[in-house]
């Protein structure tokens, strides 16, 4: 492999004829594939989903078969929400201060350290000690908010306020942590909710991210008290707190009994970037995530008023249907309240009965009744009334900072130091990061086939369909008149920034480096990647582009590739494509411009050998091109380029172009870990 690196630090040579070379005797011709006017019927553009649109329940066929696909969903949770693996996190971190008496129980402010410089706040709510029992230990209650005004310290309209079934669950025996969403309440003082952009993103820092590691350190922290039994731990959360408690409980199988209240739908899967993290609902959505507490108990409370008005007849027969492979179908319930979205009274009883049920089932169902309570003051429940911010809180650019650096040393903690499972966690990352693959060779289809004789060389031009993804990639091959039956490779795939036109020079003659392979006997293949070529001359194109755009749908990579992965997608279909018809792999070669899509693609082209990337042109600089050119979130995460390398094994490629010290440093870094692995 270090031969090929040795070839990515000479001068930019391989591809400097690209604009001026040789030409074909003959014309290159019109390449494209579709008449004027006629429609691209690819569904990454005709077919964009949001959080909107509606799902149906895939029922599995056995259980083995659903517990195959709930991992998938848990690894597919902590990878979306840049958690995976999982941050190196050292001796948990709390205080508890401000101690409360009231009547039947008390109540204490938190302040508990979740990634180092940022800070969870909460309250804790706790029965009164019990004098015959001062060391008995009761079950634990997790109780994350939505999206209400002042959420957490609300004193508004039954429906919203918090307090009330953390006051009600510690008057019933249990001990209940109800903490901030990041940037709610007192948390406002620490991270704005919506904090964050694309470079954030590129990283998997992001509001989901952050909620649903908060919520794991409060499950931590919860379990870790004196008074509290570390194996009965419930949740529950309405609306946006509904999110957090399935998300939790999807990924950590610590949660025992929950109650997500007004969230899961087949038709709204949450409104706000902490409920949609990237790539998170591409094929997958809230009834599966919430099918993942199976067979734990799982109450569904729903409402006549708000997008969990269908649970009766939708969610919750799709969610039983898990159940029944477990032969557990009575640990599964739903109550309708007739009501708009809410955390009401009513709602508030059903989980309250359903939690005695699993926790308490000796007790009579009086002592569950919602009992009158008088809300603390404000003052008595916030964190900084009178408690200043912790001195090491970082502000957000340097936490963002901080995070960056810490993951990034992760990667290759993992990657040099060869942990046996380094691979395993990274290209798992990678491959749900990237979410495309290699097609199988009977997903592929050809249509719209023109074949046009060009002295003893023929062009054929067809669209290169895949009907499993929605795939139509406009494409174009040069098949030589005298093959080279000794080549090692099937054809040459060209991978231009302007699509299969970016070939062609003056007078319509085919340009190099295609016009050097097809004398050598090479067939050439080039195609259209998404948003270049055919595709921009599509409206379809336009609606994708607006809603990619900063006006554009927030949440658009949680539901629909973005044109990065969409365009490695294109490669690796048009690689296999050339497996399929020459029986041989392809050797696919990134032009100025693409460089970046051929060398993402390289660690999942398995159909390919001795690959080219020209990184020319490309910023690396504070990630600019990550986020301007090759924009996929958490790709840095995931080891972008590194991960790739590794995952291609033995199949060397060779890079050049690449301007940027720091990007050199960190391919050879790669390279090097990769021969030390056991590839080249």
């Not at 640990?331 to 007739?338: E, I, M, N, P």
């Not at 055919?534 to 629909?560: L, M, P, V």
Request: aromatic share 10%.
């Amino acid at each position: 492999m270090m031969g090929f690196w040795n070839v990515m630090m000479l001068p930019i040579l391989l591809f400097s004829c690209l604009m001026g070379g040789s030409a074909m005797s003959a014309p290159a011709g019109n390449l494209n594939v579709l008449a004027d006017g006629e429609r691209l019927q690819d569904r990454r553009m005709t077919d964009l989903k949001t959080h909107d649109t509606p799902w149906t329940f895939q029922k599995p066929a056995s259980l083995d078969e659903w517990k195959n696909k709930r991992d998938r969903i848990r690894r597919k949770i902590l990878i979306s929400c840049g958690l995976w693996p999982m941050p190196e996190s050292g001796q948990l971190k709390y205080e508890i201060f401000e101690k409360k008496e009231n009547e039947d129980y008390t109540v204490e402010k938190v302040l508990l350290e979740t990634f180092p410089g940022y800070y969870a706040t909460g309250n804790l709510y706790r029965p009164k000690p019990d004098p015959a029992n001062p060391s008995r230990r009761y079950p634990g209650v997790l109780c994350p908010h939505g999206h209400w005004t002042n959420a957490r310290l609300a004193h508004t309209a039954d429906d919203s306020v918090l307090a009330a079934r953390s006051i009600s669950f510690a008057r019933q025996g249990y001990v209940c942590f109800a903490y901030d969403m990041v940037g709610y309440s007192d948390n406002k003082a620490l991270l704005d909710h919506n904090f964050g952009g694309r470079r954030e993103a590129l990283w998997g820092i992001i509001p989901a991210g952050f909620q649903l590691y908060t919520s794991l350190k409060a499950l931590d922290f919860l379990r870790s008290l004196p008074d509290v039994e570390p194996k009965r731990i419930a949740c529950t959360g309405a609306s946006g707190g509904g999110t957090q408690t399935f998300l939790l409980y999807a990924v950590d199988e610590r949660i025992k009994a929950a109650a997500p209240v007004n969230m899961i739908s087949a038709h709204m899967q949450g409104g706000c970037k902490c409920e949609n993290a990237p790539q998170l609902r591409l094929d997958i959505n809230n009834m599966d995530i919430g099918a993942t507490m199976a067979p734990r108990p799982l109450m569904l409370v729903c409402a006549t008023g708000d997008w969990t008005k269908n649970t009766p007849e939708v969610e919750y027969p799709a969610i039983r249907s898990i159940y029944e492979l477990y032969r557990k179908p009575d640990l599964v319930a739903y109550h309708l309240v007739d009501a708009e979205h809410n955390y009401n009274k009513e709602s508030r009883q059903a989980v309250y009965n359903w939690f005695a049920r699993v926790f308490y089932h000796d007790r009579p169902q009086s002592d569950f009744v919602e009992k009158d309570y008088v809300m603390d003051p404000t003052p008595d429940l916030s964190v900084f009334a009178k408690h200043p911010i912790p001195e090491d809180a970082l502000k957000p650019e340097q936490l963002f900072e901080a995070l960056r650096v810490s993951r990034e040393k992760q990667l290759w903690d993992y990657l040099e130091k060869f942990k046996p499972s380094a691979m395993e966690i990274y290209s798992e990352a990678y491959r749900e990061t990237l979410a495309v693959k290699e097609p199988e060779f009977t997903e592929i289809s050809t249509s719209h086939n023109q074949r046009i004789p060009q002295g003893e060389a023929t062009v054929e031009k067809f669209l290169l369909e895949n009907e499993s993804t929605g795939q139509a990639v406009p494409a174009v091959l040069w098949t030589p008149g005298k093959l080279d039956n000794q080549r090692e490779i099937g054809a040459v795939l060209l991978i231009h920034p302007e699509g299969k036109s970016g070939l062609i020079g003056e007078g319509g003659i085919l340009k190099e480096p295609a016009a050097r392979h097809i004398e050598k006997g090479i067939p050439v293949l080039s195609i259209d990647c998404l948003g270049t070529g055919e595709f921009i001359r599509d409206a379809s194109w336009t609606a994708r582009a607006k809603a990619q755009s900063a006006t554009g749908y927030a949440h658009f990579a949680t539901y629909n590739l973005t044109d990065t992965a969409g365009r490695v997608q294109d490669i690796l279909l048009a690689e296999t494509w050339i497996a399929k018809k020459f029986g041989k792999p392809a050797k696919i070669i990134g032009l100025p411009g693409a460089g970046g899509w051929v060398l993402l693609a390289h660690g999942l082209a398995e159909n390919s050998m001795e690959n080219e990337a020209d990184l020319s042109n490309l910023d690396f600089s504070n990630d600019h091109c990550f986020v301007e050119d090759l924009y996929i979130p958490n790709l840095r995460r995931c080891g972008d380029f590194a991960t790739s390398i590794l995952l291609a094994g033995n199949r060397p490629i060779r890079i050049q172009g690449c301007a940027d010290p720091a990007m050199n440093d960190r391919l050879k870094r790669a390279m090097d870990a990769g021969v030390a692995s056991g590839g080249d």
